[in-house]
Protein backbone atom coordinates (compact mmCIF):
# COMPACT_ATOMS: atom_id res chain seq x y z
CA UNK A 1 0.00 0.00 0.00
CA UNK A 2 1.49 3.64 -0.95
CA UNK A 3 -0.11 6.84 1.28
CA UNK A 4 0.32 9.59 -0.43
CA UNK A 5 -1.48 13.32 -0.86
CA UNK A 6 -4.04 11.70 -2.76
CA UNK A 7 -4.56 9.16 -0.29
CA UNK A 8 -8.41 9.16 0.70
CA UNK A 9 -8.94 8.36 4.61
CA UNK A 10 -11.42 6.28 6.06
CA UNK A 11 -11.64 4.62 9.67
CA UNK A 12 -13.19 3.51 12.61
CA UNK A 13 -14.22 5.39 15.73
CA UNK A 14 -14.89 4.19 19.49
CA UNK A 15 -12.45 2.69 22.77
CA UNK A 16 -11.26 0.46 23.09
CA UNK A 17 -10.69 -1.10 19.33
CA UNK A 18 -7.63 -3.65 20.59
CA UNK A 19 -10.29 -6.61 18.98
CA UNK A 20 -11.78 -4.99 15.79
CA UNK A 21 -10.93 -6.92 12.87
CA UNK A 22 -12.26 -3.92 10.51
CA UNK A 23 -8.82 -2.64 10.24
CA UNK A 24 -7.48 -5.45 8.68
CA UNK A 25 -10.57 -6.62 6.87
CA UNK A 26 -10.73 -3.01 4.76
CA UNK A 27 -7.25 -2.20 4.00
CA UNK A 28 -6.35 -5.89 2.70
CA UNK A 29 -9.75 -5.33 0.19
CA UNK A 30 -8.87 -1.77 -0.72
CA UNK A 31 -5.54 -2.99 -1.50
CA UNK A 32 -7.08 -5.61 -3.72
CA UNK A 33 -9.74 -3.28 -4.70
CA UNK A 34 -6.56 -1.00 -5.76
CA UNK A 35 -7.99 2.11 -4.46
CA UNK A 36 -5.96 4.48 -2.77
CA UNK A 37 -7.64 4.53 0.56
CA UNK A 38 -6.08 3.40 4.42
CA UNK A 39 -8.52 2.99 6.75
CA UNK A 40 -7.16 3.36 10.37
CA UNK A 41 -8.28 2.60 13.73
CA UNK A 42 -8.92 6.04 15.91
CA UNK A 43 -9.34 5.51 19.30
CA UNK A 44 -11.50 8.52 21.30
CA UNK A 45 -10.32 9.35 24.88
CA UNK A 46 -14.09 9.47 27.19
CA UNK A 47 -15.53 13.17 26.29
CA UNK A 48 -13.46 13.58 23.29
CA UNK A 49 -15.94 12.79 20.20
CA UNK A 50 -17.80 16.12 19.40
CA UNK A 51 -13.73 17.19 18.78
CA UNK A 52 -12.73 13.69 17.03
CA UNK A 53 -15.74 14.39 14.74
CA UNK A 54 -14.52 18.51 14.32
CA UNK A 55 -11.30 16.42 13.48
CA UNK A 56 -12.57 14.12 10.52
CA UNK A 57 -14.43 17.54 8.84
CA UNK A 58 -11.21 19.22 9.10
CA UNK A 59 -8.89 16.21 7.94
CA UNK A 60 -11.31 15.66 5.20
CA UNK A 61 -12.12 11.93 6.37
CA UNK A 62 -14.54 10.39 3.80
CA UNK A 63 -16.30 8.23 6.69
CA UNK A 64 -15.69 6.39 9.14
CA UNK A 65 -17.14 3.38 11.32
CA UNK A 66 -18.20 3.82 14.88
CA UNK A 67 -18.32 1.06 17.47
CA UNK A 68 -18.95 0.74 21.51
CA UNK A 69 -19.15 2.92 23.12
CA UNK A 70 -20.34 5.86 21.12
CA UNK A 71 -22.89 3.99 18.26
CA UNK A 72 -25.46 6.36 20.08
CA UNK A 73 -23.88 9.06 21.85
CA UNK A 74 -22.43 10.37 18.36
CA UNK A 75 -26.04 11.08 16.85
CA UNK A 76 -26.07 14.41 18.53
CA UNK A 77 -23.42 15.35 16.58
CA UNK A 78 -24.33 14.38 13.13
CA UNK A 79 -26.30 16.63 10.14
CA UNK A 80 -28.58 13.90 8.81
CA UNK A 81 -29.81 9.84 9.50
CA UNK A 82 -30.64 7.08 7.48
CA UNK A 83 -33.94 5.74 8.42
CA UNK A 84 -31.94 2.68 10.16
CA UNK A 85 -30.45 4.87 11.98
CA UNK A 86 -32.83 7.26 13.10
CA UNK A 87 -35.45 4.49 13.31
CA UNK A 88 -32.75 2.31 15.84
CA UNK A 89 -31.28 5.70 17.35
CA UNK A 90 -27.39 4.13 17.03
CA UNK A 91 -25.29 4.61 14.06
CA UNK A 92 -22.27 2.26 13.21
CA UNK A 93 -20.63 4.18 9.90
CA UNK A 94 -20.76 7.89 9.55
CA UNK A 95 -20.10 9.58 5.15
CA UNK A 96 -18.35 13.00 5.66
CA UNK A 97 -20.00 14.42 2.63
CA UNK A 98 -17.84 17.89 2.20
CA UNK A 99 -18.73 18.71 6.00
CA UNK A 100 -22.20 17.36 5.96
CA UNK A 101 -21.98 14.34 8.22
CA UNK A 102 -24.74 11.23 7.86
CA UNK A 103 -25.24 8.56 9.70
CA UNK A 104 -25.93 5.04 9.04
CA UNK A 105 -26.67 1.49 10.62
CA UNK A 106 -25.19 -0.88 8.47
CA UNK A 107 -25.52 -3.63 11.37
CA UNK A 108 -29.53 -4.86 10.25
CA UNK A 109 -28.82 -5.00 6.79
CA UNK A 110 -25.82 -7.09 7.62
CA UNK A 111 -27.43 -9.36 9.50
CA UNK A 112 -30.25 -10.00 6.45
CA UNK A 113 -27.57 -10.22 4.08
CA UNK A 114 -25.68 -13.23 5.64
CA UNK A 115 -29.50 -15.12 6.05
CA UNK A 116 -30.07 -14.32 2.94
CA UNK A 117 -26.31 -15.91 1.68
CA UNK A 118 -27.29 -18.94 3.80
CA UNK A 119 -30.69 -19.60 1.25
CA UNK A 120 -32.77 -18.53 4.72
CA UNK A 121 -35.71 -16.55 3.51
CA UNK A 122 -39.18 -16.56 5.21
CA UNK A 123 -38.52 -16.29 9.44
CA UNK A 124 -41.67 -16.34 10.90
CA UNK A 125 -40.60 -16.76 14.85
CA UNK A 126 -37.30 -15.20 16.47
CA UNK A 127 -35.96 -15.67 19.69
CA UNK A 128 -32.98 -12.82 20.71
CA UNK A 129 -31.24 -13.27 23.42
CA UNK A 130 -29.64 -9.84 24.63
CA UNK A 131 -31.45 -6.27 24.09
CA UNK A 132 -28.44 -4.17 23.46
CA UNK A 133 -27.22 -1.94 20.63
CA UNK A 134 -27.15 -4.47 18.07
CA UNK A 135 -30.18 -6.01 18.69
CA UNK A 136 -32.31 -2.97 18.11
CA UNK A 137 -30.65 -3.26 14.50
CA UNK A 138 -31.62 -6.71 13.94
CA UNK A 139 -35.03 -6.63 15.05
CA UNK A 140 -35.47 -3.48 13.21
CA UNK A 141 -34.92 -5.29 9.59
CA UNK A 142 -36.15 -8.89 10.96
CA UNK A 143 -40.11 -7.07 11.41
CA UNK A 144 -39.14 -4.89 8.25
CA UNK A 145 -38.71 -8.21 6.83
CA UNK A 146 -42.20 -9.78 8.20
CA UNK A 147 -40.91 -11.72 11.04
CA UNK A 148 -44.70 -12.60 12.50
CA UNK A 149 -42.97 -13.27 16.69
CA UNK A 150 -40.02 -11.46 18.17
CA UNK A 151 -39.39 -12.47 21.66
CA UNK A 152 -36.67 -11.03 23.63
CA UNK A 153 -34.95 -12.43 26.38
CA UNK A 154 -32.30 -10.08 28.87
CA UNK A 155 -31.03 -10.40 32.15
CA UNK A 156 -32.35 -6.90 32.16
CA UNK A 157 -36.38 -6.84 32.16
CA UNK A 158 -36.09 -3.33 31.34
CA UNK A 159 -33.94 -3.62 28.26
CA UNK A 160 -36.03 -6.46 26.95
CA UNK A 161 -39.22 -4.52 27.46
CA UNK A 162 -38.12 -1.54 26.25
CA UNK A 163 -36.54 -3.58 22.43
CA UNK A 164 -40.17 -4.98 22.48
CA UNK A 165 -42.27 -1.72 22.67
CA UNK A 166 -39.69 -0.72 20.11
CA UNK A 167 -40.66 -3.43 17.53
CA UNK A 168 -44.61 -3.33 18.58
CA UNK A 169 -44.19 0.53 17.19
CA UNK A 170 -42.97 -0.73 13.97
CA UNK A 171 -45.53 -1.11 11.34
CA UNK A 172 -46.70 -4.69 11.39
CA UNK A 173 -44.19 -5.42 14.33
CA UNK A 174 -45.08 -8.32 17.21
CA UNK A 175 -42.53 -8.52 20.32
CA UNK A 176 -42.47 -9.83 23.76
CA UNK A 177 -39.76 -8.60 25.95
CA UNK A 178 -38.81 -10.87 29.35
CA UNK A 179 -36.50 -11.51 31.79
CA UNK A 180 -34.22 -14.09 30.57
CA UNK A 181 -34.44 -17.79 32.65
CA UNK A 182 -33.93 -21.27 31.43
CA UNK A 183 -37.24 -22.40 31.64
CA UNK A 184 -38.81 -19.94 29.62
CA UNK A 185 -36.08 -19.92 27.08
CA UNK A 186 -36.74 -24.31 26.91
CA UNK A 187 -40.43 -22.89 26.57
CA UNK A 188 -40.25 -20.71 23.91
CA UNK A 189 -37.65 -22.27 21.57
CA UNK A 190 -39.71 -25.21 20.92
CA UNK A 191 -41.81 -22.80 18.10
CA UNK A 192 -38.75 -20.68 16.82
CA UNK A 193 -37.39 -20.59 13.51
CA UNK A 194 -34.03 -18.65 14.35
CA UNK A 195 -32.39 -18.30 18.06
CA UNK A 196 -30.14 -15.14 17.97
CA UNK A 197 -27.61 -14.79 20.58
CA UNK A 198 -27.12 -11.06 20.49
CA UNK A 199 -25.20 -10.90 24.08
CA UNK A 200 -21.02 -11.02 24.11
CA UNK A 201 -21.79 -14.09 26.58
CA UNK A 202 -19.23 -16.69 25.06
CA UNK A 203 -16.84 -14.53 23.37
CA UNK A 204 -12.84 -14.59 23.77
CA UNK A 205 -11.82 -14.83 26.51
CA UNK A 206 -14.61 -16.04 28.44
CA UNK A 207 -15.23 -19.17 25.75
CA UNK A 208 -16.78 -21.30 28.56
CA UNK A 209 -19.62 -19.19 28.85
CA UNK A 210 -23.22 -19.80 27.10
CA UNK A 211 -26.55 -17.67 27.01
CA UNK A 212 -28.89 -20.75 27.53
CA UNK A 213 -27.64 -23.60 29.24
CA UNK A 214 -29.92 -26.11 26.64
CA UNK A 215 -30.92 -26.23 23.37
CA UNK A 216 -32.38 -29.67 23.39
CA UNK A 217 -35.86 -28.45 22.38
CA UNK A 218 -35.58 -26.52 19.49
CA UNK A 219 -36.71 -27.53 16.42
CA UNK A 220 -34.60 -29.56 13.81
CA UNK A 221 -35.65 -27.20 11.70
CA UNK A 222 -34.30 -24.28 13.75
CA UNK A 223 -31.01 -21.83 12.81
CA UNK A 224 -28.99 -21.17 15.31
CA UNK A 225 -26.69 -17.50 14.78
CA UNK A 226 -24.61 -16.08 17.11
CA UNK A 227 -23.51 -12.57 16.64
CA UNK A 228 -19.81 -13.15 18.02
CA UNK A 229 -17.04 -14.04 15.52
CA UNK A 230 -14.25 -14.45 18.10
CA UNK A 231 -13.79 -17.77 18.42
CA UNK A 232 -15.82 -18.33 15.62
CA UNK A 233 -17.46 -21.61 17.08
CA UNK A 234 -18.73 -20.33 20.39
CA UNK A 235 -19.63 -22.99 23.24
CA UNK A 236 -23.64 -21.81 22.00
CA UNK A 237 -22.48 -22.88 18.57
CA UNK A 238 -21.34 -25.97 19.18
CA UNK A 239 -24.15 -27.50 21.44
CA UNK A 240 -26.46 -26.31 17.66
CA UNK A 241 -23.67 -27.95 16.20
CA UNK A 242 -23.97 -31.26 18.60
CA UNK A 243 -27.67 -31.11 18.00
CA UNK A 244 -27.19 -31.24 13.99
CA UNK A 245 -29.23 -27.77 13.72
CA UNK A 246 -27.98 -25.22 11.02
CA UNK A 247 -25.76 -22.90 12.92
CA UNK A 248 -24.28 -19.21 11.18
CA UNK A 249 -21.57 -17.44 13.08
CA UNK A 250 -20.81 -13.68 13.33
CA UNK A 251 -18.20 -13.40 11.29
CA UNK A 252 -20.61 -13.34 8.28
CA UNK A 253 -22.82 -10.66 9.43
CA UNK A 254 -19.13 -8.64 10.45
CA UNK A 255 -18.38 -8.95 6.71
CA UNK A 256 -21.75 -7.85 5.11
CA UNK A 257 -21.77 -4.72 6.84
CA UNK A 258 -18.33 -3.69 6.29
CA UNK A 259 -19.33 -4.75 2.70
CA UNK A 260 -21.72 -2.39 2.99
CA UNK A 261 -19.56 0.64 4.56
CA UNK A 262 -17.23 0.41 1.60
CA UNK A 263 -19.99 0.35 -0.89
CA UNK A 264 -21.49 3.46 0.70
CA UNK A 265 -17.84 5.27 0.98
CA UNK A 266 -16.01 4.32 -2.25
CA UNK A 267 -19.77 3.63 -4.49
CA UNK A 268 -17.72 0.16 -5.51
CA UNK A 269 -18.50 -2.93 -4.67
CA UNK A 270 -16.21 -4.90 -2.62
CA UNK A 271 -15.15 -8.75 -3.25
CA UNK A 272 -16.90 -10.10 -0.19
CA UNK A 273 -15.07 -13.59 -0.61
CA UNK A 274 -12.23 -12.25 -0.38
CA UNK A 275 -13.33 -10.20 2.87
CA UNK A 276 -14.64 -13.30 3.80
CA UNK A 277 -11.30 -15.12 3.14
CA UNK A 278 -9.54 -12.33 5.40
CA UNK A 279 -12.02 -12.62 8.38
CA UNK A 280 -11.79 -16.55 8.47
CA UNK A 281 -7.98 -16.39 8.28
CA UNK A 282 -7.47 -14.27 11.50
CA UNK A 283 -10.65 -15.56 13.46
CA UNK A 284 -9.92 -19.31 16.10
CA UNK A 285 -12.52 -21.88 15.00
CA UNK A 286 -13.14 -22.22 19.05
P1 LIG B 1 -24.52 -4.78 24.27
O1 LIG B 1 -25.05 -3.46 23.84
O2 LIG B 1 -23.63 -4.89 25.47
O3 LIG B 1 -25.80 -5.74 24.47
C1 LIG B 1 -25.76 -7.03 25.03
C2 LIG B 1 -27.03 -7.21 25.87
O4 LIG B 1 -27.12 -8.56 26.32
C3 LIG B 1 -27.05 -6.32 27.11
O5 LIG B 1 -28.35 -5.81 27.29
C4 LIG B 1 -26.68 -7.32 28.22
O6 LIG B 1 -27.14 -6.94 29.49
C5 LIG B 1 -27.40 -8.55 27.72
N1 LIG B 1 -26.92 -9.79 28.33
C6 LIG B 1 -25.67 -10.06 28.82
N2 LIG B 1 -25.63 -11.35 29.25
C7 LIG B 1 -26.84 -11.90 29.03
C8 LIG B 1 -27.41 -13.20 29.25
N3 LIG B 1 -26.70 -14.19 29.80
N4 LIG B 1 -28.69 -13.40 28.87
C9 LIG B 1 -29.42 -12.42 28.32
N5 LIG B 1 -28.95 -11.15 28.10
C10 LIG B 1 -27.67 -10.91 28.44
O7 LIG B 1 -23.72 -5.46 23.07
P2 LIG B 1 -23.95 -5.28 21.48
O8 LIG B 1 -23.16 -4.14 20.99
O9 LIG B 1 -25.40 -5.35 21.21
O10 LIG B 1 -23.20 -6.60 20.97
C11 LIG B 1 -23.66 -7.90 21.35
C12 LIG B 1 -22.75 -8.95 20.74
O11 LIG B 1 -22.84 -8.87 19.31
C13 LIG B 1 -21.26 -8.76 21.08
O12 LIG B 1 -20.68 -10.02 21.24
C14 LIG B 1 -20.71 -8.09 19.84
O13 LIG B 1 -19.34 -8.36 19.65
C15 LIG B 1 -21.55 -8.76 18.76
N6 LIG B 1 -21.65 -7.97 17.52
C16 LIG B 1 -21.29 -8.59 16.37
C17 LIG B 1 -21.39 -7.92 15.17
C18 LIG B 1 -20.98 -8.62 13.91
O14 LIG B 1 -20.82 -7.96 12.87
N7 LIG B 1 -20.84 -9.93 13.92
C19 LIG B 1 -21.88 -6.60 15.14
C20 LIG B 1 -22.28 -6.00 16.34
C21 LIG B 1 -22.16 -6.72 17.53
P3 LIG B 1 -26.12 -6.07 30.44
O15 LIG B 1 -25.93 -4.76 29.73
O16 LIG B 1 -26.84 -5.97 31.72
O17 LIG B 1 -24.85 -6.87 30.51
Do not use: W
Not at 43 to 50: K, M, Y
Not at 68 to 90: G, H, M, N, R
Not at 109 to 138: D, K, N, P, T, W
Amino acid sequence: MIVNHQTALMGIIGNPLGHSLSPLMHNSTLAKMGLNYVYLPLQVAPGCLRASLEGLRALNFIGVNVTVPYKKEVIQFLDELSPEASACEAVNLIRNKNGHLVGYNTDGRGFMASLEEEGIQSIHRVIMIGAGGAAYSIAYELSSAGAEQIDILDIEQDKAAALAEFVNQLPGGKASGMRMNDELFIHLSAQADLVINCTPVGMFPNIKGTPVSSLDKVRGAAVIYDLIYNPLVTRFLAMAEARQLKTINGSSMLVHQGALTLEILTGVQPPLAYMKEVILNSCQRG
